[in-house]
Structures are given as C-alpha cells and as structure tokens.
C-alpha cells in the first residue's frame, strides 16, 4: 500500500501527497509532544489484543473503540513502548492516542510492506 493520509476534507479520500506528508508530520509532532519519541516507520496496519478482544484496524479505517477514522499510527522509539494510534479526538486535533501495548501477539506493517511484521 502506497503511504497516504486521509484527507480531513473528505476522509473518503487520501490528501493529495504534499498535504499528506504535512498532516503526517503535524500529527507525528503532536504525538510526540503528548508522549515520547517515535520510530521512523510509517505504519498502515495494527493487529493488537485489549482487554481480551482482537483488533486488527488500518489507516482509513474506522477504529471500533470511538467510531473515528485512523488518520496515523506510530510505535513509540523505546524499547517496550507503545503503538499510537491516532483519530481526530484521539491523537491528531486533541486528546492522546489510543495505545495498544506491544507484546507477543501484536503485528504491525508498514506502507509498501506486504505482510504484518510481528513486533
């Protein structure tokens, strides 16, 4: 999958590329301010367990926990940090990301990679 963002003017569709790296980079800061370093990968997808229950959520997906579009994901730099995951209310306009812990059972992959890394 090609790296894109939602485009907050019409979610149905991707910003265009130079928009795209823009918001990407203002909800990276953001994330960052709120939390900690994050590693350089631009994630898509996230398979993660909470609270018993499976969730496997993408950017442009709507995340079942709040309803609301996944505009970015990112994994915290240290070593056991987190997975953030970042909609509107959580993790781009105000509020923390939603985080999903990075253990055992949780894959992620990235833009242009074509299956899930385990962590």
């Known amino acids: 999958m090609q790296f894109f963002v ?7 569709k991707a910003a265009d590329p130079a928009k795209a790296e ?10 960052v301010s709120q939390n900690d370093s994050v590693q350089e990968r631009r994630i898509y997808g996230l398979t ?5 229950k499976q969730y496997n959520v993408k950017v442009g997906d709507i995340h079942p926990l709040n309803g609301e579009q ?7 730099e240290r070593l056991s940090g987190c997975y953030l995951i970042c909609t509107a209310n959580r ?9 999903a812990g990075d253990d ?4 992620s992959w990235d833009f ?6 385990v962590s």
Do not use: C
């Open 91 to 99: 993790g781009v306009v105000r509020g923390g990301p939603i985080l």
């Open 70 to 76: 996944v505009i970015a994901i990112f994994r915290q």
């Open 48 to 52: 993660y367990r909470h609270n018993s």
């Open 6 to 12: 939602p485009d907050p003017a019409d979610p149905a």
């Open 22 to 31: 823009r918001l990407y980079a203002s909800i990276k800061a953001f994330a």
């Open 112 to 117: 242009e990679q074509a299956s899930p890394a």
């Open 104 to 107: 055992w059972d949780t894959q």
